[in-house]
């Protein structure tokens, strides 16, 4: 069973930056196209952004375009969600995925077979 590990959450201010990572266990990490997702209280999970197995394809949500980006090393098995500019409205748990499918950037929750713990992020205003 494939795992998939998110990790660099916190509390930080409007304004400021913060990175998230996620990684797989098991297999190799080339073998997946990963997905970021989040989810705010009472609100549905909604796409972030996605990269595609070799990482030169991404796509980003419009609320996030600009300030996310979306990076991976598949030498260190990891993908960077890279975020600049935060504001309180990204407040919410941050999920990774991860799916071994073809579609080069999947962006919808039912593309995507695992799925991380989440990682919180909270931006105080």
């Known amino acids: 069973q494939v795992q998939v590990v998110e990790s660099g959450g916190g509390l930080v201010q409007a304004g400021d930056s913060l990175r998230l990572s996620c990684t797989t266990s098991d297999y190799a990490f080339s073998y997946f196209a990963i997905g970021w997702f989040r989810q705010a209280p009472e609100k549905e999970r909604e796409f972030v952004a996605a990269i595609g197995k070799s990482g030169r394809t991404t796509y980003d949500a419009e609320s996030v375009k600009g300030r996310f980006t979306l990076s991976r090393d598949n030498a260190k098995s990891t993908a960077y969600l890279q975020m600049n500019s935060l504001k309180p409205e990204d407040t919410a748990v941050y999920f990774c995925?991860?799916?071994?499918?073809?579609?080069?950037?999947?962006?919808?929750?039912?593309?995507?077979?695992?799925w991380g713990q989440g990682t919180q992020v909270t931006v105080s205003s």
């Open positions: 995925a991860a799916t071994p499918r073809n579609e080069l950037v999947p962006t919808e929750l039912h593309d995507y077979d695992y």
